[in-house]
Each structure stands twice: as C-alpha cells, then as structure tokens.
C-alpha cells in the first residue's frame, strides 16, 4: 500500500521501458541447431524507468513512469504489469510507428547475462513526454536510460533538468551505454544539473576511458554532479560528494539474476531522499534493495517489500571505507 496520499505523486520515473524475454539459468549457451532446456520462461517489464518505478512501489512510494511504448500486445502487457504494482501509468504515450521496445535475456550459469535488444518506441521519448510529467510536480525526476534515448538532445534536458530543480524537484540521473560512443558530449551540459548521478563502473569506463571507480566519481564530479554513486555489483560501490568519499562492500546474497539490480539500487537511493536520510544511509538502503533484485530471475521478483528491507538492514552490516 502506498504511504503517500492517493493524490500526490512523488516520483516521475522518466526513460527506457522494456518487455523483457528471460530463461531461467541454463548450464550452458546452445550450439547451432541445438535446443538447450529451461525450468522456465518468464515475460516481465524491463527498462531502466519501468523497473525503478515498480521497485518504488513494492517499497510503498506510489510512482509514476514517462515513456513510451507501441501500439501493441507488448506495450498493453507492460502498462497492465505496471498498474497492477500500483504505479501511475498516465505518462506511457504509444508511440504510432514503432513497436515496443523488447529484450531477449538469457542466463547462463556462472556467466554474466547475454542481451538481445530492440530499441522500438524508446526512440522517441522526448522532452515534450517530460514537461507532462514534471506537471504533477514531483519531489523526484528519474531518468534512467539516458545515452540510448536519441530523441532527448542533451541542452534541452539540461534546460528541463535546471527547471525542475529550481522548482525544488531533486533530479536523479543515470545511463545505458550499449558500447563505445562519444558520450561526453551528451552529459556535459546535464550533469551540472544532477543532483545525484548513478552509473554503474562499465558504463562509466565507457564515458571516460577510465576503469577506476574512485577516478571515475571524481571525473563526474568535477563535470558538476553533485553526488556520483558508482556501482559495482558485487564488488559494492564508490560514491563521491562534497560531503561525502566512501567506497561501499556490497550485502551477502544468493546470486540468481543480476538483471534490473541497478535500477533497483536507484530506486533505493530515491526512496532514502524522499525521507531526508543522511548520504550514507541513503547508500545502504539502496545496496539493500539492489542486492534483493538479484535473488530471482527478473527485473522486480526478489525486489524487498519495506517492511523486508528494514528487517534485512536490522540484521546485516554493510562495509564502509573511507577515501
């Protein structure tokens, strides 16, 4: 149940929205022409913006999600899945002339997860799909997926991102770089603009050619965000501030699916500004919550309810370093 009142939606979960395709863990990738058998094979949202807005909900934040889909049985699936979680789906626009934008994940076991992806109805977010979201005046803009949403031209959003926070809306910020790319240019002009930047420790080597995390938070920094968070899986994190330098463990859980723990991880992250908790507990409680994705196969399966990430907080210390 939602702990905000039926009227007032606090966060805006703006970017990618996805059906994904996913196989229960397989021992090992079929050869040509081979079949290769799955426990199972699971339809489920996908996309940076649907999965943070369904982990809000299963924490008790009523959400609202601004993307786009296709007129199609993919994009009724995902806005069906969505509003049954609860989340405000409103700001879904169906896009007239492209599908909706889907993914082929296939687990293997001891092995990192394989994509196939089609762009679809993602292409065409833009930043006129943000200013009808930003009209419900939320506490919290999140963006995620940005590098991969071509029609969001980076002065625009910056134009975007700088209104809402004078209007006292905290913009969260982060990104999907799908390979090598001049991403640079695309994040100069926003990251002056963002509160709080989430990339994890690949997507940032891709941007600055850098593979230290500690070097990366500062690069983002000194490009004007105000809070980087590296994160690193199970290797924890690294989070820069002016307040804050601290390099993070991560929490001990049985591994299933690493799928959707980054947007899990916002999700918390957002959750810990909309109660005004200190940076550091803000940092734990979203390694809690982006530890608890990867238990099951899927984006939001094994995402924790509130009252289970208090419990597991209570019972479990997470390692904390100094810079």
């Known amino acids: 149940m939602s702990t905000t009142p039926e009227t007032e939606i606090p966060v805006v979960c703006a970017g990618v929205v996805v059906a994904d395709h996913l196989c229960t863990p397989i021992d090992r990738l079929p050869t040509a ?12 949202i996908g996309g940076s913006a649907s999965n943070a807005a369904v982990a809000l909900a299963k924490l008790g934040v009523r959400a609202a999600v601004c993307g786009r889909v296709g007129d199609d049985i993919f994009g009724r699936f995902v806005a069906e899945a969505m509003g049954m979680h609860g989340v405000d789906v409103r700001g879904l626009t169906i896009d007239p002339t492209r599908a909706t934008s889907q993914t082929l994940i296939v687990n293997v076991r001891g092995e990192d997860r394989r994509f196939i992806h089609a762009f679809g109805a993602n292409q065409g977010l833009s930043v006129a799909d943000l200013d009808r979201a930003l009209s419900a005046s939320p506490k ?22 700088a209104g809402a926070r004078r209007a006292g809306v905290m913009t969260v910020l982060d990104v999907a770089t799908p390979g090598p790319g001049d991403y640079l240019r695309h994040l100069r002009p926003v990251l ?30 000194d490009l ?44 918390g992250y957002i959750l810990g500004l909309l109660e005004g908790l200190p940076e550091i507990e803000c940092l734990k409680l979203a390694s809690a919550i982006g530890a608890s994705c990867v238990r099951a196969v899927g984006t939001t399966a094994g995402v924790f309810t509130r009252p289970e990430v208090d419990a597991f907080l209570r019972q479990h210390e997470l390692s904390v370093e100094a810079l």
């Open 33 to 44: 022409g081979e079949l290769v058998a799955a426990d199972d094979l699971i339809v489920n």
């Open 140 to 161: 919290v803009l999140y963006l995620g997926g940005y590098l991969i949403l071509p029609a969001l031209e980076a002065e625009a959003l910056a134009q975007r991102f």
């Open 192 to 221: 002056p603009e963002t509160d709080v930047f989430l990339p994890n420790g690949d997507e940032a080597a891709l941007i600055l050619g850098e593979t230290d995390p500690v070097r990366q938070a500062r690069a983002f920094r």
């Open 224 to 267: 004007g965000a105000r809070r980087v968070v590296i994160t690193r899986g199970a290797r924890g994190a690294v989070a820069l501030s002016e307040a804050l330098q601290v390099r993070l463990g991560a929490y001990p859980v049985p591994f299933v699916d690493g799928t959707g723990g980054g947007d899990a991880f916002d999700a």
